[in-house]
């Protein structure tokens, strides 16, 4: 009865808290960094959100070189769909991000 009332994104974000044993507060936290940065809200990060992203993770650290980047892409875009769908976010936040375990 509960599935009932959650919306898709919810009940997404509770399969993925178990699938990669997470506590759901922190999909969520993800979810909310992934959404700000999918600008055109497609669902998904192009290459150029991502720039961004890298851009204000690494702030005052100076820029990454472009070989640095097309290796994270190439990391965090799992099936090479020239996109960042959120699971691979959320994936690449749990295992690289700033406050990854």
């Known amino acids: 009865q509960e599935m009932m009332t959650m919306d898709k994104v919810e009940v997404e974000n509770r399969k993925l808290a178990r699938e990669h044993d997470m506590s759901i ?3 969520e936290r993800i979810r909310r960094k992934f959404d700000s940065y999918d600008e055109d809200g497609s669902g998904a990060i192009s290459r150029d959100e991502f720039d961004q992203i890298l851009k204000d993770l690494i702030k005052g650290s100076g820029d990454l070189p472009k070989t640095r980047v097309d290796r994270f892409w190439r990391e965090i875009d799992a099936d090479h769909s020239g996109f960042i769908e959120f699971e691979e976010f959320l994936i690449w936040m749990k295992t690289c ?5």
Not at 97 to 101: A, D, V
């Open 25 to 27: 507060l922190d999909v």
């Open 97 to 101: 991000g700033p406050n990854s375990r």
